[in-house]
Every structure is written in structure tokens, then in C-alpha cells.
Nanobody
Framework: VQLQASGGGLVQAGGSLRLSCAAS????????MGWFRRAPGKDREFVAV????????NYANSVKGRFTISRDNAKNMVYLQMNKLKPEDTAIYYC????????????WGQGTQVTVSS
């Protein structure tokens, strides 16, 4: 499956962005989907994950209450709504997918840049 992330940009602190992840080549419905980010000079870190059924999601503590992950299996899309953005949210954001029962994410999008100005 190929993943394409989009929706990044430049926003002021306190603003919002919605990232999208479009899948092609295979249905996303059987994949657990996640968002990750890599800030300048830092390692890639987990942001959010959503189960195949959309009933369960989990977030990094740093974004809990501000970010919401969702998916539309009919459209083969995954989203990350980001509200109350902070300068420390500045990073390249990646969507990723993995099969149930596996630890490693096998599919990665190319990333989209999010820059939050203070």
C-alpha cells in the first residue's frame, strides 16, 4: 500500500491544521494507522494511532486533548486534526500503517511539514 500525507503548512501558535493521509494500492480497512513526527534534531516520535474499527485510538501525552486521529475506510483516508498548535509541534509528520498483530509499521508516507510560529 502507498501512503501520501498532505495538509501541512505554516500556522501561528494556537491555530489548527488537518493532515490527511491517502492510501492507494490496497484498502486501509485492515490496517492499524498511525501518525508520527520528526522535529529538527530529534528522533521520530509517536503521535497517534487508530484501530481498524475506529473504536480505539491512543495519543502521545504531548498531544492528548489537542489532536484527534480519525479514519474513513470508505475513502481510504486517515486524518489528524491538530488544534491549539504549539511551536514545539513543528516537525515533519508521517502517516504509517501496520497489520494487526505486528509491532512494526511496514508502510510509510513521505511526510508533510508542519511549522508553528510563536
Amino acid at each position: 500500500v502507498q501512503l501520501q500525507a498532505s495538509g501541512g503548512g505554516l500556522v501561528q501558535a494556537g491555530g489548527s491544521l488537518r493532515l490527511s493521509c491517502a492510501a492507494s494500492g490496497r484498502s486501509l480497512s485492515t490496517y492499524i494507522m498511525g501518525w508520527f513526527r520528526r522535529a529538527p534534531g530529534k528522533d521520530r516520535e509517536f503521535v497517534a494511532v487508530i484501530s481498524t474499527s475506529t473504536n480505539s485510538s491512543n495519543y502521545a501525552n504531548s498531544v492528548k486533548g489537542r489532536f484527534t486521529i480519525s479514519r474513513d475506510n470508505a475513502k481510504n483516508m486517515v486524518y489528524l486534526q491538530m488544534n491549539k498548535l504549539k511551536p514545539e509541534d513543528t516537525a515533519i509528520y508521517y502517516c504509517a500503517g501496520k497489520s494487526r498483530g505486528t509491532l512494526r509499521y511496514d508502510y510509510w508516507g513521505q511526510g508533510t511539514q508542519v511549522t508553528v510560529s510563536s
